[in-house]
């Protein structure tokens, strides 16, 4: 079975930054950080045999924000790009709808409001392994992942700024998840 559907997930990173760097040394702050995604997610459901799922997530770009609690920068907005579609395969159980996919969605960090455009590359890869559901009644899909990996730019990409982007997208504690139909649209 064949789906084309508006999707839309969500990203929350915790950001750690210890202050034992800092001089003189502060307290340790963990920044809590969503970025909000919306496309579109289209591919194959095969409702037979063990549930073959095949996934394109067409990702519009986007920006978020991250409050640095720091009172001389405060809010800084990061605009972002999706440039190429994550593509995940899988399989959902086709008589329980539990299962899930595996896709890698790479962000490239375009801009930081207020500072300019940040020199390419500047990609960082969110690795994840989905799991979750497909609503029997409504084929509504609703997967998610605590702790998914995070492939970061080098030391010397985006401008040379690589390793911060890669400790802010890169936090200890992350999490995804992801809901679309997987129901066929009806023809307009």
Do not use: R
């Amino acid at each position: 079975m064949g789906f084309n559907s508006p999707a839309t997930g969500t990203v929350h990173i915790d950001v750690f930054f210890s202050g034992a760097e800092a001089d003189p040394p502060t307290d340790d702050v963990i920044i809590p950080v969503d970025v909000d995604l919306a496309g579109t997610a289209s591919g194959t459901w095969v409702k037979g045999g063990p549930g073959a799922f095949n996934v394109t997530l067409d990702i519009d770009g986007g920006s978020f924000e991250l409050d640095t609690q720091d009172p001389n920068v405060g809010v800084i907005e990061i605009l972002y790009s999706v440039n190429a579609p994550a593509v995940g395969t899988g399989a959902f159980d086709p008589s329980t709808g539990v299962g899930g996919f595996s896709a890698t969605l790479t962000l490239t960090i375009d801009e930081i409001v207020g500072l300019g455009p940040i020199p390419p590359a500047c990609d960082t890869g969110l690795d994840m392994a989905l799991s979750g559901q497909i609503d029997p009644a409504t084929g509504e899909l609703s997967v998610s992942q605590d702790s998914f990996s995070v492939i970061s730019p080098g030391e010397t990409d985006c401008g040379g700024l690589g390793a911060l982007f890669g400790q802010l997208l890169g936090g200890p504690d992350n999490s995804a998840s992801f809901s679309f139909s997987v129901e066929p649209q009806a023809a307009a």
